[in-house]
């Protein structure tokens, strides 16, 4: 987490001051010895996507299970790994090399792979997209909140439990997860976090004039036509 976060001239490893032996945590003030700055790499900004068709029946991450499915799913949602409303990135980075599960279709960008989807419950799945949890796939797929764990599942292990199983083509991917994760070390650990929007209108209410006036009023535009056009 150390390396995404800062950017020094060799290695990050932290010692105790009197024993000099290696701590992997501590809450004491740090002392640094060299050059050392905090990353000033770039998070994408999501907004919170809205439902698509889920394949698994419980939050991979709460590993709380939807009694109800396949006949109800409220309360459980489907959220892109990678977002949806960025597929312009998606494209530039070249990410449907990781997929596998959908044919080599010549202007497929093969975002909707369920491959970049996890089935989550609706209020985890926010904290998903606000990058205020992350999964970290080089640590036995361990949950890691970036706030108040208010649902009790910071440093829960889903290796071998809800997230990976068998070989399971459907499962998502380590690259997006790991790209996930970095992106909420960033987002969450450099200060900002994200910003959080109205998805539910009134009726009545000027839905398009309430996006335009506004922040980051042509992602959100941008979001809403790609979400229209994928459910027709």
């Known amino acids: 987490m150390l ?3 800062l950017v020094t001239e060799s290695p990050i490893c932290v010692h105790h001051r009197d024993s000099d032996h290696i701590v992997s945590g501590t809450d004491d003030w740090l002392e640094m010895i060299g050059d050392i700055k905090v990353s000033d790499e770039q998070w994408l900004h999501r907004i919170i996507s809205h439902n698509v ?3 698994r029946w419980r939050c991979v991450i709460s590993g709380v299970v939807n009694r109800s499915a396949p006949y109800r799913w409220h309360g459980f949602e489907e959220a892109h790994i990678f977002p949806l409303g960025k597929e312009d990135y998606w494209n ?5 090399r990781w997929i596998t599960d959908m044919d ?9 792979s369920t491959q970049n989807g996890v089935l989550l419950r609706s209020d985890v799945h926010q904290l998903f997209d606000q990058y205020l949890l992350s999964v970290n796939p080089d640590d036995n797929y361990k949950v890691i909140v970036f706030d108040l764990d208010g649902l009790g599942i910071d440093a829960r292990v889903l290796l071998g439990n809800t997230l990976k199983f068998g070989n399971d083509e459907r499962q998502p991917v380590d ?3 790991r790209w996930h994760f970095r992106q909420a070390v960033l987002a969450s650990m450099r200060g900002a976090g994200e910003p959080v929007f109205e998805v539910d209108f009134p009726p009545g209410l000027d839905m398009m004039g309430e996006i335009m006036s506004g922040p980051m009023a042509a992602e959100r535009m941008e979001f809403e036509l790609c979400s229209r056009l994928e459910s027709q």
Do not use: H
Not at 92 to 96: D, I, K, N, R, T
Not at 104 to 112: A, E, L
């Open 53 to 55: 068709t889920g394949s």
């Open 3 to 5: 390396g995404i976060l």
């Open 92 to 96: 530039q980075w070249g990410y449907s």
């Open 175 to 177: 690259q997006l997860l």
């Open 104 to 112: 080599d279709n010549v202007g497929m960008s093969k975002i909707n």
